[in-house]
């Protein structure tokens, strides 16, 4: 998908650190960072998940939501919810975390491939209105990143 | 000095990786990064040196200057500017650098005083009209700094 | 137990990165770096892990046996087998790593209850004739680690 | 030079951090860790230095003596004594270090051409017995260069 597209639904089975279901609908007028892991992926342990911590923690939540998204497309017998439960736990994740709806006939869950993510991490920029402004694959730097966000954040609802 | 007042203009001795030598007053349009540093503050080298760097790296010149400037308030016979050449040599900084004046009668260099400075690093955002956003002392989050150069880049001229 | 006894075997029940099962018996002779962990404890991913794989670069095979052993004790259900097979896919493993095995009455598994370890990470030395040197519980300094190993190496067997 | 002849006597103009000289002949019986610096060459600093640092708070002062030498071949102007002063006082360095006779005809000091070294930061390795064991230059492993250090240790004075 090319960006100002508006951001897919969010296709999932399960949610993780959040009293009841998240729709990106019900986020517009907020700023949304959706992150997409596997917990398995070293690059999404190493940089991307405490990336998304840093920021769910720095930015106001009235201005950014940040959400988490399993998109296990490999190794599915070991990313299973209730293994992702327990690495939730061990890693102290406090941002909303939904599992990824697995695809009834191949390897990519229906959120990813809806976003046409190329792998984890992937970051996700969403605006105000809905619109993604940023999609990307891989480490990503804490200055750039957070230089959109604050561009984001100073756009008009 | 609080925050937005006009940011009093740079009173240096001398300049290292610029042509001529700058002012502020020039600079009005673009968001500007003034990063006070002593070439011997081991949180300035370890910290504020590389983020200057990297907002350097990361930014459009045409949008965000970034300064240094080499406020020396301590071990004066040690942080000459002939020895501050060496540093910026051999640290391979690219971003203009200024020496800050120093005082007729004290430890503390003019730029310095008139900012009110606490030590070093120190860091101050001034925006497109002029005036000063931010003024912080220490080690700073890239995240942070990234959200609020944005927010003062999305700000009209 | 306390240091200078022998290290009981290991009692384990699948191994990966090795063609066929490995005994201490049969590594009598070198110095032996047990390494246990749980693919899901964070300090084992950032620091634990790491330092067994440089170990087990730097020091020739022929001298220092690296072994890892996955002792798992809280959310056995997340860290399976099949999972552990995953994590050291992804994270290039390359030492031996056992699976302890599961106790039949309690969450701690054989090994590491013989061992009387604490938790994980935990990290055993043990010289070129089988006895335990080193036990320890939590990140070690390499620059200590490697003393020791030296140390041990410089032992005739 | 090669490994393995007798380590050349220190020559140096001036000492901080020790109540008096010191010589490696006096050290006899110690293991020696020799390593040459320039208070303005980044590697010494992000982690030559920290590393000389980490092996005299971990290691005996009784049976691992760590020596910095100031061997300027660059930047005389900049690196002088009193400029060595403020950096030993800012970084916190504790051990004792010298600064390298300056030569009469080059830019490459005394101790640092007796010793061959190539350049800063090197590190050397003398034995008991007054040996050079080691010589190297560039950033080194913490493992290898701890595992050396136990190597050297368990040899008999």
């Known amino acids: 998908m090319s960006s ?3 951001a897919p639904e969010l296709d999932v089975t399960q949610w993780f650190n959040t009293p009841e279901p998240m729709t990106l609908g019900a986020l517009r007028g907020k700023v949304v960072l959706l992150h997409a892991f596997q917990m398995l992926c070293p690059g999404c342990v190493r940089s991307g998940i405490p990336q998304a911590q ?3 923690a720095i930015f106001p939540a009235s201005e950014v939501a940040v959400i988490g998204i399993h998109t296990v497309f490999e190794h599915h017998e070991a990313m299973t919810p209730v293994a992702l439960a327990a690495f939730i736990h ?13 695809a009834g006939d191949g390897p990519i869950p229906s959120t990813m491939a809806a976003y046409g993510m190329r792998g ?8 105000r209105a809905g ?9 990503e730097d804490d200055l750039k990143v957070g230089a959109e966000i604050g561009l984001l954040m100073a756009e008009p609802m």
Chains 1, 2, 3, 4 share one sequence.
């Open 131 to 139: 619109r993604v402004r940023r999609h990307s694959f891989g480490a």
């Open 90 to 102: 061990e890693y102290r994740l406090t941002f909303p975390v939904a599992v990824d709806r697995p």
């Open 120 to 127: 984890t991490p992937s970051l996700v920029l969403i605006d």
């Open 4 to 6: 100002l597209d508006t």
């Open 54 to 56: 840093r920021i769910a």
